[in-house]
């Protein structure tokens, strides 16, 4: 007699753990403004290790339960004191060893804020310094972050309309 099987759509009852490994999920914040006719990016100094004194895009583990949003946005806000910026994921990060501390995967979301609302931005969290940069800085970053700005570059590029729709960007 054949043992049944179970349903591959149904989990095992009791305790599950799984035998494959699995990332840490994380959400990074990109946001933008145009200062000077040039677009910047809003970047945070990293007040710890790892890249600790690196500047780095906002941004953290998603909590259990949570959305990858709402982690980028509850991150910015605890990085950066900004809120209420309309963040869209537009593209994700997985390359094994892009985080030191283990095997991560990013959602990275894009954001735009009005020149005017700058001033709100100031270091919180594990941040001890924000400041806006131009968009093709690269030297100096912390983890995969100066890839994830050419990558989002390229989609600006690839998606012009996302500029034209913003009103305070030109």
Request: glycine share 6%; with cysteine.
């Amino acid at each position: 007699m054949m043992p049944k099987r179970r349903s591959i759509n149904r989990p095992p009852t009791g305790k599950f753990t799984y035998r494959h490994a699995r990332p840490m999920l994380t959400a990074d914040a990109v946001v933008l403004t145009e200062l000077d006719g040039k677009l910047r990016v809003l970047l945070v100094k990293r007040k710890n290790p790892p890249y600790q004194g690196s500047w780095a895009l906002p941004g953290g583990y998603v909590n259990q339960n949570e959305q990858a949003l709402e982690a980028a946005k509850r991150e910015l806000a605890e990085e950066t004191h900004l809120t209420r910026v309309k963040l869209k994921p537009i593209g994700f990060f997985d390359t094994p060893g892009r985080d030191p501390r283990g095997w991560t995967v990013s959602v990275v979301h894009l954001g735009f804020v009005a020149p005017s609302k700058l001033r709100q931005a100031r270091p919180g969290d594990d941040a001890c310094e924000v400041t806006f940069l131009p968009l093709h800085t690269r030297a100096g970053l912390a983890f995969d972050h100066a890839r994830i700005l050419r990558y989002v570059a390229r989609w600006l590029k690839a998606h012009p309309d996302t500029l034209a729709k913003t009103s305070y960007v030109s």
